[in-house]
């Protein structure tokens, strides 16, 4: 089993960045990660996937493209999210996903992936 421990999150002014980190242990192959967010009284959403053995193939969701960067350093094993130009929409407790199985594309579905982390807060004030 793959454990998964976010770190980064923390509070910004609009406009801001933060870079989340997401260590991953245990039994660490795992085709797909990803990060999701989840603000209060709304469901967990697809933030951006990365395929874990073609690190080039990535997918976003249209609300955080060009804003958002993915990108897995599987040496360190360490998953990460770079985001820029934050807005008060991004608030949200930003989890770390990976899932078993071949990466047939990179999923922005929460019923896709089978390991979570327990979430880091990011909170951007206007």
């Known amino acids: 089993e793959v454990q998964l421990a976010e770190s980064g999150g923390g509070s910004v002014q609009a406009g801001g960045s933060l870079r989340l980190s997401c260590v991953a242990s245990?039994?660490?192959?795992?085709?797909?990660m990803g990060w999701f967010r989840q603000a209060p009284g709304k469901p967990r959403e697809g933030v951006a996937a990365?395929?874990?053995?073609?690190?080039?193939?990535?997918r976003y969701a249209d609300s955080v493209k060009g804003r958002f960067t993915i990108s897995l350093d599987n040496a360190k094993k360490t998953l990460y999210l770079q985001m820029n130009s934050l807005t008060p929409e991004d608030t949200a407790l930003y989890y770390c996903?990976?899932?078993?199985?071949?990466?047939?594309?990179?999923?922005?579905?929460?019923?896709?992936?089978?390991?979570w982390g327990l979430g880091t807060q990011v909170t951007v004030s206007s």
């Open positions: 245990g039994s660490t192959y795992r085709s797909c």
């Open positions: 990365i395929d874990g053995e073609e690190v080039d193939r990535t």
């Open positions: 996903a990976a899932k078993r199985g071949i990466c047939w594309l990179p999923s922005l579905s929460v019923s896709d992936y089978d390991s």
